[in-house]
């Protein structure tokens, strides 16, 4: 039917929003590591923008693994190191708790809440896998559930979305009424 199609492009467009952000994390720290004239920035980048696709552990292992080179080269000052500490974990930052979860919500149609809230639900579950198919799996939830011909799930679909309008009215008229006693 017609969910499959949207649920394709849906995981297309969070493949693509997760790639941009690799690709800025990625640029800002190789810059940034080129800037205070290290050598391997170029690598370090290429490293970073792999290791930005798992999250949270990922853009703190990229930040930390240039700094033995720079805290045992002795032309680096403190402020010099400092920059390229604080430059790359800022950038990386930024984009994961920022930039992340307005790019790829919007591209997925998740509210950023929800997506911030299903990374936690698959990870706490299958770990890294499930924090890098958290994103894609709800999207797919969501478009499953808009599909079904029933106002609940379509309800939840739509506060996934984040979409304010959400079939109140349909849902308020299928309520279950509590028997009262006699």
């Given at each position: 039917?017609?969910?499959l ?21 990625a ?47 002795p ?36 509210q ?6 299903a ?34 799930p ?29």
């Open positions: 039917t017609a969910t199609p949207k649920a394709d492009a849906q995981i297309f467009a969070y493949i693509r929003g997760k790639v941009a952000v690799s690709l800025l994390v640029a800002i720290d190789a810059l940034i590591l080129w800037v205070i004239g290290l050598e391997l920035w170029l690598v370090f980048g290429v490293v970073a923008f792999w290791l930005n696709f798992i999250p949270n552990v990922g853009m703190f292992t990229s930040v930390c693994l240039p700094m033995p080179l720079v805290l045992l080269d032309h680096y000052s403190a402020s010099t190191i400092a920059f390229a500490f604080f430059g790359p974990l800022a950038a990386g930052l930024a984009a994961k708790d920022v930039l992340e979860p307005l790019l790829i919500g919007r591209s997925t149609s998740l950023p809440v929800a997506v911030l809230l990374i936690m639900l698959w990870g706490s579950v299958w770990g890294v896998t499930g924090m890098v198919l958290a994103v894609p799996m709800t999207a797919v939830a969501r478009i499953y559930l808009a599909g079904l011909d029933h106002p609940l379509r309800y939840f679909a739509r506060m996934l979305a984040g979409e304010d309008d959400a079939d109140d009215e349909q849902v308020q008229t299928h309520r279950v009424t509590p028997i009262e006693p006699r």
